[in-house]
Each structure stands twice: as C-alpha cells, then as structure tokens.
C-alpha cells in the first residue's frame, strides 16, 4: 500500500526558513511526477510545484518562484521543499502526491504538514 508521510512544517516567523520533506512507501511505487500542493484556511488547495523523477527537472507556480526549491533523494523517495523568506500567506497545511505517469491524476494523498507564519 502506498503511503505518503509529509514533515518538517510548524509554527515560524516571516523571514524564516523550512524545509519540508515528503517520504514515499509502499511497494513498489515509483512515481513519474511529485509534487507539491498547500490548502490556507478557507482556500482551495492550489499546486505548488513538481519534480519529475527522469531528469530531476522540477516546475513551481509563478507565485513562489524565487522563494520556494523543490529537490529530491530517488535512493530514499523523498522529496523536499525549500521554503525561504517565509510570508504569513505561505500559512497552510503542505500536501504531496504523485502521477504514475507524464500529465497524469496526482494520486495518494499524505496527510500533509502544517505551516503556520507569524507576522
């Protein structure tokens, strides 16, 4: 069975900086995409970004651009989220997911990490 275990959120100060890190398991999963999702309090969950495990090329919306980094370890199927000079907007319980295949249905949910930004 396919589990997805996001951590490293909590409460920080506008400035600061996370990391946050998402750890795949359960058989044999092997995901072509994952990606990164975050639903603020009373919002849609909105995409935040992807990597794409065959060349490690990754994607970020253009609103976290230059702030947010998304990496990844194949050996340990985990990927990460940089997160820096935080804003009390980036407030939001942090999701991943995978696609099984190019332009496919992100799939198996953790049950994500919070991030909580004082002003």
């Known amino acids: 069975q396919v589990q997805l275990e996001e951590s490293g959120g909590g409460l920080v100060e506008a400035g600061d900086s996370l990391t946050l890190s998402c750890a795949a398991s359960?058989?044999?999963?092997?995901?072509?995409?994952m990606g990164w999702f975050r639903q603020a309090p009373g919002k849609e969950r909105e995409f935040v970004g992807a990597?794409?495990?065959?060349?490690?090329?990754?994607f970020l919306t253009e609103s976290v651009k230059g702030r947010f980094t998304i990496s990844g370890d194949e050996a340990k199927n985990t990927i990460y989220l940089q997160i820096g000079s935080l804003k009390p907007e980036d407030t939001a319980v942090y999701y991943c997911?995978?696609?099984?295949?190019?332009?496919?249905?992100?799939?198996?949910w953790g049950q994500g990490t919070q991030v909580t930004v004082s002003s």
């Open positions: 990597l794409r495990w065959s060349d490690k090329s990754t």
């Open positions: 997911s995978g696609t099984e295949y190019a332009g496919g249905p992100y799939e198996y």
């Open positions: 359960g058989g044999t999963y092997s995901p072509y995409d």
